[in-house]
């Protein structure tokens, strides 16, 4: 069973913090170095001070420095809150993406409660297991599919609004009853990690060594998938090397692709799939040298530029199907979903102690 419950958040306060825009963040995995340089100079108190920090001690001073200065305060009751994402997708249609935010009760991916479904890699969970070590606070939601749907009416005036890169944000702090509600129509739920696979098993192997009740829990932002507004977006691949892989050769795709295509020396080719998904005719072929993007005309800019040998130009991946590798014990190739939007870092922190 998926065991959900209210949490005191730790929040900024914009009284002493200073304007929330200027406080927030997109994910740590997906800032640049010029764009961490540019949130750091935002703010003193930006989010990115803690989720990529210059050392992990850094991090942890900051984060209990700020506490004792106010610029972070610890809500006085638990509570679940409600999410609603406005944003324009990469297809340009305005959505609106909504779920609730709380704190989830790790469990191993062996007890089929909390299904993975992408591969991931030591390095990136080494640096996050050191900054988990030393702040003891989940600072960044993970990202979580529930195969159900809810209905939220009359929320009235949000708590917090803050407007990131292009999706704004809101949250609404649920009251008790509505808590209780989400907890027990929670209990017999499968969940599906969307985004965030390398902190969970990060907050796996943190549970494991810490051994205490307090780092059991994760911060998840819950999204039931009955709603128009979850869409998955394709990640393309450009490779720096294909070697002898082909394709029956086709005209330049419209803009929905007739399967995986390769585009390389100004030409396109159908990739067969044979019952595989996109990305994982791709990794069959173990390019070398893989960048990704979301952008099929950047991805073939790259190799009209020289830059790159190939570009694969994949169709986004369905959610049955991401529910079904998943439900069966698989894990797809990394980049194999692109939830869009990705969270936003610095809303709500959930303390570990």
Request: hydrophobic letters at 40%; charged letters at 25%; glycine letters at 10%.
């Amino acid at each position: 069973m998926a065991v959900v419950r209210p949490f005191r958040a730790l929040r900024y306060d914009e009284a002493v913090a200073g304007p929330l825009d200027s406080l927030v963040a997109p994910p740590y995995d997906v800032i640049g170095p010029e764009q961490r340089e540019e949130l750091l100079r935002r703010s003193p108190y930006n989010v990115v001070h803690l989720t990529l920090p210059d050392g992990e001690d850094e991090a942890a001073a900051s984060l209990a420095g700020w506490e004792r200065q106010g610029v972070l305060g610890r809500d006085p009751e638990p509570a679940c809150w409600w999410l609603a994402q406005g944003y324009v997708g990469p297809d340009g249609v305005p959505r609106r993406r909504e779920g609730f935010v709380a704190a989830l009760r790790l469990e191993p991916y062996g007890n089929r409660v909390v299904l993975p479904h992408e591969r991931t890699h030591a390095g990136p969970k080494e640096g996050r297991l050191r900054l988990l070590r030393a702040t003891r606070a989940q600072l960044e939601p993970l990202f979580f599919l529930w195969d159900g749907t809810i209905e939220l009416d009359g929320l009235g005036e949000p708590d917090v609004e803050v407007d990131q890169g292009g999706v704004g944000s809101r949250l609404w702090r649920l009251d008790s009853e509505f808590s209780d509600a989400l907890v027990t129509e929670l209990a017999d739920a499968q969940l599906l990690i969307a985004d965030g696979h390398h902190r969970y098993e990060t907050a796996l192997a943190f549970h494991s060594e810490d051994g205490t009740e307090a780092s059991a829990w994760v911060l998840a932002v819950i999204v039931p998938t009955g709603q128009e507004g979850l869409t998955i977006f394709p990640t393309h691949r450009v490779a720096q090397r294909v070697g002898a892989g082909s394709g029956t050769p086709i005209e330049p795709p419209r803009e929905h692709l007739p399967g995986p295509v390769l585009y390389r020396s100004g030409r396109y080719e159908l990739l067969a799939g044979d019952g595989f998904l996109d990305p994982e005719v791709v990794d069959r072929l173990a390019p070398d040298g893989v960048t990704y993007t979301p952008q099929r005309e950047e991805a073939v800019a790259a190799v009209d530029r020289g830059e790159a040998e190939a570009a694969f130009l994949l169709r986004p991946t369905r959610i049955e199907d991401v529910w079904d590798v998943a439900r069966r014990g698989g894990v797809m190739p990394q980049k194999s979903t692109f939830f869009y939007p990705k969270l936003t870092s610095g809303l709500l922190i959930l303390p570990l102690d």
